[in-house]
């Protein structure tokens, strides 16, 4: 068994140049979350299994790990938005995958790329922007994270960003501006292409309903599978799970998304295990979410369903938004672009809504709010 090398070190030059150095001599790595706190560090450590950490002050035995395998590269946590999160096993191939395909579908003709990193590198959609000029042919620019206007007069020509970071600041100037994690505004600039992907696909896969060169997409009773060479290879406790493609062939991954493909543009409902079955009829959270942020005043805004003697489950939708007299509203956007049975039967106004780093909404904690 080879090491895995913990790197607890900020977003920034160190991290890059720590990360080269591992790169270079093959030896396989997770990044830390840095705003965790010491208990939460211990267990992601746990989680993720290192065997060595190493931060400013050098590398460290980490004494309760266990190592991997040779041929991978990156350790890293799924994102936990629907409970614990896993620890996935990323090839090297596949970290050379998912860059070189990225690159050849963005670079515009005579061009090196110059990506700004914004996003924690403890979650793949950040640590891929680092790996793109790790791996293949593209240039950093490290500074203020949160100064966009900065990188632009920098020569900066792509990013990857959440939703959050499109509410704050201006994208324009930029060549292409990837948005990940939860579902993208519906209405945004052009050079923002709206991605899907996982930790498991090794960062996104589909940009705006197409799938990225040598990724292949298929539906088998409504969930999405994924075959590409990007993929995890496995989980650190179990294997990858396989699923039977409409080929025949059983080295499709099964995504547990819900999702439909009409011309080859995929349209993804959500999280299957997360659909709501009112009086028989279903509603997919993604879906009515987007119907109901239309509505004039509303800021967030997250449904789910909870258990209905009469309905099976009842839709609930938790707003965020000016005032509390927008229920009319919201029913009436439900009903309009979905259905009369997509109308939320409980409305409560919160504060804010339980999020991950990279924007997913935290659904299983959606119940206890309001």
Sequence with gaps: MHPLVALDLPLGPELETAIRELVDHDTAFCVLDQRLAPRARERQLAALGATHVMDPSGRHVHSSGQGVDADVGLVMLTSGSSGEPKAAELTWDALAASARITQATLRQPGQTPVWFPVLPASHIGGLAVILRSVLDEADLWWGDATDFAAARRAGVTHLSVVRTHLARHSVAGFTAVLVGGARPPAHRPPNVIATWGMTETGSGVVYNGTALPEVELAIVEGELLVRSPTLLRSYRTQPRPAATG?????????????????????????????????????????????????????????????????????????????????????????????????????????????????????????????
């Design 246 to 370: 409409p080929d025949g062939r059983t080295d499709w991954f099964p995504t547990g998304d819900a999702a439909e493909l009409h011309e080859g543009r995929l349209h993804v409902h959500g999280r299957i295990g997360w659909v709501i079955v009112t009086g028989g009829e279903k509603v997919w959270p993604d879906d009515l979410e987007a119907a109901l942020a239309t509505v004039s005043g509303v800021r967030d805004v997250a449904v789910t369903g909870i258990a209905d003697p009469e309905w099976g489950q009842r839709v609930l939708a938790l707003v965020v938004g000016e005032g509390t007299n927008l229920d009319d509203a919201l029913r009436a956007a439900a009903a309009e672009r979905i259905g009369p049975w997509a109308k939320p039967k409980e409305i409560r106004y919160v504060a804010a809504l339980p999020r991950t780093a990279t924007g997913k909404i935290r659904r299983h904690l959606l119940a206890t709010l309001g």
